[in-house]
Nanobody, 129 residues
Framework: EVQLVESGGGLVQPGKPLQLACETS????????ITWVRRAPGKGLEWVATTYTDWERTAIAESVKGRFTVSRNVAKTTLFLQMNTLKPEDTAVYYC??????????????????????WGQGTQVTVSS
């Protein structure tokens, strides 16, 4: 069974860091693009970052560039989204998703559940004092 499981969410103060994990199983995740998206309260899905199928290169959205980075474990089964200097506007449910194909241009279009092949259940991040 294909699974992506996010963890690490929680309540954090503005300016503090938080690291999310996306643990994959049931498929060869290193053959897929793994994308982080988020949904803020009352808003649509927003692209955050995508790790390419080599699990080395990552594209980061301008809205979080310089604050968010992505790393992986040696086994190439888990990706980590390191979020630094968090802001209240980063409050959202964060999802990781897998897809066979990906393009930067696609991330500018509305993201739906059809955009990716597999989804995790999401993890809530709340940035508040």
């Amino acid at each position: 069974e294909v699974q992506l499981v996010e963890s690490g969410g929680g309540l954090v103060q503005p300016g503090k860091p938080l690291q999310l994990a996306c643990e994959t199983s049931g498929f060869t995740a290193s053959n897929y693009y793994i994308t982080w998206v988020r949904r803020a309260p009352g808003k649509g899905l927003e692209w955050v970052a995508t790790t390419y199928t080599d699990w080395e290169r990552t594209a980061i959205a301008e809205s979080v560039k310089g604050r968010f980075t992505v790393s992986r474990n040696v086994a190439k089964t888990t990706l980590f989204l390191q979020m630094n200097t968090l802001k209240p506007e980063d409050t959202a449910v964060y999802y990781c998703a897998a897809s066979n194909t990906w393009s930067r241009a696609t991330m500018d279009a509305p993201i739906t559940t059809e955009t990716f092949d597999y989804w995790g259940q999401g993890t809530q991040v709340t940035v508040s004092s």
